[in-house]
């Protein structure tokens, strides 16, 4: 397997924590890891760091034990002690100072605050410096003064992009102090590169060019020499034993131990597989349809069984009115209509602040297959492979790792190059972690996106893209993510700013040579003519509290003329797309639109002012996605010999298309997930609930949407 996340050296070195298939394990340096805890699937274990005694390990769980349903820090145990809570209300990131009596720790937006865990008080440290992504995890000085961290200045108010510096917090004063390894030079990403103390206190290590490094560095954290690079393959996670003699790290999926120095490299063996779930029930089960679409054509057909053996469709025929066969199990959607499970083509893994409400949410809203376009690599396969073992529910994952950028970045997720050497390390990384996409970002330069493309098609068999419509096409990039986004060259726009577009944009996409995954911003006031949306118990008990309250706060007004107006214009830039034979599939950029809602709102979109037919419309939904990402043989119709992946909406969306968003359950790989049971997980008591509304989560969903990407009207908020 190669899921592994998030690995830390104990102090001792003789033991490494770590995160994998949605459990926390705690393995012995050449033994079998131990399960220490199991997240249950509707939830997510993340963020490993050790006591400094050894003798436990905190993480952070949305688990409901203990919890208000947000992210908490907790302590686990290694005698097999009760789990302690140290700190709710969503922390992550969790790390002891060297005494063990403050916790460092971040909330949703990136604060750094210290905490008492003996009193229960707290201190806000430092604000990050800009937005998109929370700032690396906090690394403690030896004498507990100071904090340092990796956070992004940004270096003008024409763009967002800035350098992933090194930040030191004067933990007493609140002082801070910024520095660069090198001019130039940003750390790979603000995830999983570090800095990270050395218990002496002599030096920082971290990843930059996608190599490991060490550098000295004085008392406060202040560079006391030049920085060494002691790798040349791909490095993520670097921890140190308690000595500062050793350093571990990450190199695709696989463990390393390394010497301070660069030598005495080698491979800490994790012995640990996993298996595709099947199905916990009879090996065949017949699903009565009372309306169903196959996704192959305009044809709805009334009263069908769907009989599925395993994971697989094995036929669709007329229903029987006779009881299932012996060792069939007959299932009820006389009611409901049963369509090819929903894609979104375009998301974002965002559990270290959602956790398992992310891949809930998109189940309970019909999504059985997401696409991230962007997202740190390990937590990307780790999200992968636990879908598929069915330790996480939610939707199966095409994943691909960080947005492959120059040396300015913007998101937490983007990783930064300014060398050859470095792209080098970045794409060997992809191939060996098998991404099922390649994407670049705006600040690549050509040189890197030809690489990139050459890489996914090469070595990979998959697609790639980027923002840029040109020169995208002309290095041989396959698509672009919207229609239009941030970009660094004016001359790759594809809109006007009256958002009309160019004659040349139809003409790349004519045909379908080159594709289009389109990101509907516009259609995000719609909320505004369906006020019913935010009333239901998805929006109000499984989303997040900071997208309820924005989707709340849409509800109250209306479609103004000028957002009317700006949907119109985009949907009939798709209409003559489409109409020309273009290839264009549908996606979110969720979390920045309300997960799983977000793509009901684009098909509502396409349906309504775009003039599709509710099948043209779910179609970009469904078997336009699987063909594009390579799966047109196994998803995106409901044919015999296709996977299990299907929806199953409590009403007529053919007839009345709001209906669609009323999911009643969905089929994932032959495996059944009720909207009901995912929604009652995330329902808490009175008393978290009254926590919950103690906090301003409106100004919290304005904070975690600052310096958007793509469109500044996503929410007026």
Known sequence: MRGVHLPALSPDGRSVAFVALNTLWVMPVGARPRALVRGIPSRYVQMP????????????????????????????????????????????????????????????????IVRDPAAGTERTLAAPLGANGLPGPPSWSPDGRYLAFCDRNRLNGRFREGYNLIRVIDTGSGASTVHLPLPHASLSDRGTAGPVWSPDGTHMAFIMESALWVMPVGPDGAPAGEPRRITDEAADHPSWSGDSRTLLYQC?????????????????DVPLEYRRRTPARPAVIRVHAGRFWDGTGETVREDVDLVIHGNRISA????????????ERLVDASRCTVIPGLWDSHTHPYQNIYGGRQTSLMLAYGVTTQVSLGGFAHEAVRIRESVTAGTTAGPRLFATGELIDGSRVAYSMGRAHRTRDGVR??????????????????????????????????????????HLLSP??????????????????EYGRALSPTGRAYQDVYETYRGGGFQLIVTPFTATPLIGADPSLADDPRVTTLMAPWDAALVKSAARTPPTAGQTLALTREMAVYRRILADDGTLALGTDAPLTPTGLGLHLGLR?????????????LRTATVIPARLFGAGDDLGTLEPGRLADLTVIDGNPFQDFDDLVRTAW????????????????????????????????????????????CADHVFSG
């Not at 040189?447 to 790639?464: D, N, Q, Y």
């Open 666 to 709: 969905v089929m994932r790989d032959g495996v059944m997930y009720h909207r009901n049971d995912l929604v009652d997980e995330f329902s808490t008591g009175s008393e978290e609930r009254r926590a919950l509304d103690r906090t301003d989560w409106l100004d919290v969903s304005r904070e975690l949407r600052r310096e958007p990407c």
């Open 605 to 617: 979109a396409l349906h309504r002012t775009g003039g599709l037919t509710p099948a043209e419309a």
């Open 425 to 466: 390390r970045t794409l060997e990384r992809a191939v060996e972690l098998d991404y099922d996409f390649v994407k670049t970002y705006v600040r690549a330069p050509g040189w890197i996106m030809r690489e990139a493309a050459r890489t996914a098609h090469e070595k990979l068999g998959v697609p790639s893209g980027s």
């Open 472 to 489: 995208g096409i002309n290095v041989g990039q396959d698509l672009t993510t919207h229609l239009q986004a941030t970009q660094r060259a």
């Open 316 to 327: 669709v025929e007329p229903h029987r009115a006779a009881a299932a066969r012996s060792g």
């Open 49 to 112: 760091s050790w006591a400094p005694d050894g003798r436990s390990v905190l993480y952070a769980y949305d688990g409901p034990a203990g919890g208000d349903g947000l992210i908490s820090v907790r302590r686990a145990r290694l005698d097999g002690g009760a789990d302690e809570v140290l700190a709710t209300g969503g922390r992550v990131n969790p790390v002891l100072s060297p005494d063990g009596t403050r916790l460092a720790c971040q909330d949703t937006t990136g604060n750094l």
């Open 252 to 268: 695709g999926g696989r463990l390393r131990l390394i010497g301070r120095d660069g030598t005495g490299r080698r491979t800490v």
